[in-house]
């Protein structure tokens, strides 16, 4: 097998030949047709987690097909297309895991940061965090929604019932959940980096009532907002756009920190709240309603050798939506 191996924190991504492996007790082999290219991985390859771990072989948004099983797994068949996320792992014994949060758990795994992920002609997953996608929708289009969907989607509830919701960085994930915040009949007001008029107008065409930039305030008061990008002076920035009672959720594993601010912009009971991960639950409910939402992915295909071109070109913004890795 070959994979985009990081060496060494802070270096370019170096294409690497492997033994193939096999597959251990309860674990599955995927050869890889398609890995989304997630913020998170630039905070990977940076340095910029908490327990950095190299060698390793980043990604985390993996479509592929089974077509190696270990012993003792049940419900996974050879040549079962399946989408591998972050969440790679989890203790089950842990009170986060026995409480139905495991995206909290105590000895979690994650794909692509502490196990080998996707970006590669195969990945080794534990066979119970692997999920079956089905014939329907295309592997490059899918890939996006394995991580960027899926933390959206765990984001956007926890969002609450806002009508009116902002989102901050109009990047992969916000552009998959304006059109699930639409499809559920909200208004999405979308913020972007200030002078970024190209993905205003693309959040727009994806049914945004309002884009501006990020320092804009919108025409209405916000009940909600989701900060999708890594920039802690958002945080201050969304508390004031949203009403009294509204609510902030951070939905990155990373941020610059936060400025102080004025008491005053969480009074009157707004909350500030993180998304961390997400559980098998997650995923099996977005997934199974992602169909119905009829979410159409913006991608832009690498193949996996210019892994490197991809984050450089996602850390400048040069593209919207979404980048993937074709191997
Ligand atoms: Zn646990
Ligand atoms: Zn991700």
Redesign the pocket.
């Known amino acids: 097998m070959h994979a985009m191996m990081l060496n060494a924190i802070g270096t370019p991504l170096a294409w690497t030949e492997l033994p193939e492996r096999q597959p251990g007790p309860g674990e599955i082999r995927v050869k890889v047709t398609a890995c989304g290219v997630c913020r998170t991985d630039l905070h990977v390859v940076d340095g910029e987690l908490a327990h950095p771990r190299v060698p390793v072989i980043p990604g985390h948004e993996i479509v592929g097909r089974i077509d190696a099983i270990g012993p003792g797994v049940e419900g996974h068949r050879i040549g079962e297309r399946v989408g591998v996320p972050w969440l790679g792992h ?5 009170p ?2 026995r409480s139905g949060r ?1 995206n909290l ?4 795994g994650f794909t692509g940061y502490t196990h080998d992920g996707g970006y590669a002609t195969a990945v080794i997953a534990d066979a119970r965090f692997a999920f079956p996608l089905g014939e329907q929708g295309d592997d490059v289009a899918l890939a996006p929604l394995l991580c960027a969907g899926l933390i959206g989607w765990r984001a956007l509830a926890m969002a609450g019932d806002a009508r009116t919701l902002g989102l901050y960085g109009f990047g992969a994930a916000a552009h998959i959940i304006a059109q699930v915040a639409r499809w559920q009949g909200r208004s999405v007001f979308a913020f972007t980096r200030p002078g970024d008029t190209a993905s205003q107008d693309f959040a727009r065409q994806l049914g945004a009532a309002w884009a501006g930039s990020s320092d804009d305030t919108p025409p209405e008061a916000l009940d909600a907002a989701i900060i999708f990008a890594p920039v802690g002076a958002l945080v201050p920035a969304a508390l004031k756009a949203v009403r009294k009672g509204g609510r902030v959720v951070c939905a990155g594993i990373h941020m610059s920190d936060i400025p102080s601010f004025a008491y005053s912009l969480l009074w009157e009971e707004r909350q500030l709240v993180s998304v961390a991960n997400l559980t098998r639950q997650d995923g099996i409910e977005f997934l199974g309603l992602a169909p119905n939402i009829g979410i159409v992915t913006r991608t832009t295909t690498y193949p996996l050798q210019e892994a490197n071109r991809a984050l450089s070109d996602l850390r400048e913004g040069r593209f919207d939506g979404a980048a993937v890795l074709v191997p």
């Open positions: 989890t203790c089950s014994i842990c986060y895991c495991e758990c105590d000895a979690p």
